[in-house]
């Protein structure tokens, strides 16, 4: 059993939109799949993945550097010890075959990609959904499942500012994401003053039947004054949780705002290793039980590293529904499922072709349920078929 | 005056050797190109540097992010505010725009050389060496330079392990570079055992003189335990210093490390940000007057990024003379020379065709000393050459 070939595609993500710091027009990502010798209904099982949204194709990193290192390697090695089905974690520990210690940055993404490739090519081997193939390899004494999954909880990602008659738009986009199923919600900060902004937080917090059903996202905007000064009146205003800040690297800055700051504090988007997810919680002050964690493996060298980052989250006394990953796809999607996590974002109508679930899967009363297709289901996505099919159209 | 083309090519790297981590036989370094539409002796001036040593070409960060950023740009923008040279600052800026913050990796070294490039550029542009230049730029009422530099220190980093005869080759490869001037040395230590290691230790230390012209460096590879282990041993032997004993980012072992190794710990060479730097400052432990900061420039947004690495080193109250960059090459000997800096590496040999000096730049006891030609000089040296015209080809 082996890998045959590695194709990798960037793709241009499509729908306009800024947070307070990026346009995300320019954007790409890389998805890439993993071609096997291994063949159903005469056809090669192939994996597929890409390394979330938000910080750019990497194309570069994964065609001079890891394709070279995990085509090189000898079959086996990509095997798991029983040598029954490929192993996310050596794909991924190949990859960084001579790779330096420290500088997580664009190459986490690209790991990611094909270490997450690994579990949708397994899981379609198995012939099952990820989240149902995740649960049965980590924990094979208790995947136990109900027939009918209970869905886990998402939230609609969004708020997004716009040139004119703010507050009615923002009304309608939200009203928008309650007519689709979603009971709870994300909006932008920062990029307005302070009492705009909370003019937006009570424009949406009507809709959302509450601040409890209401996030707020600064995108790592503010210095350590303007963050306290927003804490303020946010924490008046009872929202559900207040979001990066300042620099997501900024343990100091974050550890002097949890001391005033009464309500949940949400990072880690932007943390792509379980070093630096370690420091976060040795030095950032979050607290146990209150406070959320948003890693994300697409971002960060893949499921395998994201659960040693659950590890130290439990060890620093944070339970899995305190992690809801960034990135709102299927990807994560599956692994939220398969893992039990707190909940999931998703980003309606925007980020595509990526973003968002396929029409398979149900959104009921701010729940989501995967489809039973095998693997991450990337194939169902309406905005997907025709990416995949163009990147595999020589493979097939 | 405006940027009239932007040329990248990937270099590998020559030279095989190991650290305890990583083999280098498969690296690569980005070179690039600022091409002006300013000519002196009718061919356009360019300004060129790299991206450092040891993180790999980005030439994919670079063609797909980077370049279109810079060549979209609005040509005063590229300006500083009196439009008498180009901006260092604002090439860097430009260069990062719509990026996320956080993930301080590949891209801190693909802006760097862009970076870079536009210091030996403005000082191509004024006819002098990278040093006068970047001092009189960021000193200009105190930069009245002696006619003859002094020098700046330097060592030779090296100690590789070696597959037979360790110790006699070992003490080969140190009095090579005792006859070429070096008077202080680093060894690898962490890619054999602890007793293994201080054999190497003390046949190095003899032939430097002495355990205190002799460093050490684990490359990020220990656990708390054995980084303790060693320190102890380290400590009784009195190595000038002991460097990235566990995971650069690990701040709590170095913090731990530090309560009970009593010499000099070194380490930076892995962070690549303001921000990784201001935590390891404010986390790690480290003890102002004694250890050591080897931030390199070329891995981490360039020399302007840098200097606000070094305002923070000192509002923690670190000397410069405590900053000794990581990345022995004719770049960082420029810029340890115009801020004055405690020294600089060399990697004599190695590391091809970037590492080490050009043959116009002397090396006398220990010191040495910048030749005077215009910006960094890299077209003197003689290995990259025909690098250099390789990329120019079509530009001049």
Same mark, same amino acid.
Do not use: C, M, T
């Given at each position: 059993m082996r890998i045959s070939a590695i194709l990798e595609q960037p793709i241009q993500l499509q729908g306009n939109m800024a947070n307070a710091v990026v346009d995300f027009s320019s954007h790409t990502v890389s998805i890439v799949a993993l071609v096997s010798d291994q063949r159903r209904n005469g056809k090669p099982v192939v994996g597929i993945a890409f390394n979330s949204?938000?910080?750019?194709?990497q194309s570069g990193i994964l065609r001079q550097r890891m394709l070279p290192r995990l085509l090189r390697a000898?079959?086996?090695?990509?095997?798991?010890p029983e040598q029954t089905a490929f192993s996310p974690a050596a794909v991924a520990k190949i990859a960084m075959t001579n790779e330096k210690p420290? +500088?997580?940055? %664009?190459r986490a993404g690209a790991v990611a990609a094909l270490e997450l490739a690994t579990w949708d090519l397994n899981a379609k081997l198995a012939d099952e959904p990820a989240w149902a193939h995740i649960a049965k390899t980590l924990y094979p004494s208790t995947?136990?499942?109900?027939?009918k999954l209970p869905g886990v909880p998402v939230y609609a990602a969004g708020g997004y500012y716009y040139p004119t008659n703010h507050n009615d738009q923002l009304s309608d986009e939200l009203l928008a994401y309650r007519d689709q199923g979603y009971t709870d919600f994300k909006i932008k900060i920062g990029g307005a003053s302070l009492s705009e902004d909370m003019q937006r937080v009570n424009t949406a917090a009507r809709i959302a039947g509450g601040a409890q059903h209401l996030a707020v996202d600064?995108? +790592?905007?503010? %210095?350590g004054a303007t963050a306290r000064a927003y804490g303020q009146e946010l924490a008046a205003a009872g929202v559900r949780w207040y979001e990066e800040?300042?620099?997501?690297?900024?343990y100091g800055l974050m550890a002097k705002l949890a001391t005033t700051y009464s309500g949940t504090l949400a990072t880690g988007e932007n943390l792509f290793s379980v070093i630096d997810t370690k420091n976060l919680l040795q030095f950032a002050g979050l607290r146990p039980q209150q406070d959320l964690l948003q890693m994300d493996p697409g971002l960060s060298y893949g499921l395998t590293a994201y659960l040693e980052m659950l590890t130290a989250a439990k060890t620093a006394?944070?339970?899995?529904?305190q992690c809801i990953p960034h990135g709102g796809h299927l990807i994560n999607l599956h692994i939220v499922t398969a893992l039990e996590l707190g909940g999931c974002e998703s980003y309606p109508?925007?980020?595509?072709?990526?973003?968002g679930y396929s029409p398979q899967c149900t959104l009921t009363n701010g729940r989501v349920i995967p489809s039973d297709?095998?693997?991450?289901?990337?194939?169902?996505k309406t905005e997907l078929t025709a990416v995949i099919a163009g990147l595999l159209k020589d493979a097939m």
């Open positions: 949204i938000g910080r750019f194709a000898a079959p086996e090695s990509l095997l798991n420290g +500088g997580h940055g %664009d995947s136990n499942y109900p027939d600064a995108n +790592g905007r503010f %210095d800040p300042g620099d997501p690297l900024d006394g944070f339970s899995r529904k109508g925007v980020f595509q072709p990526f973003g297709a095998p693997g991450f289901g990337l194939e169902q």
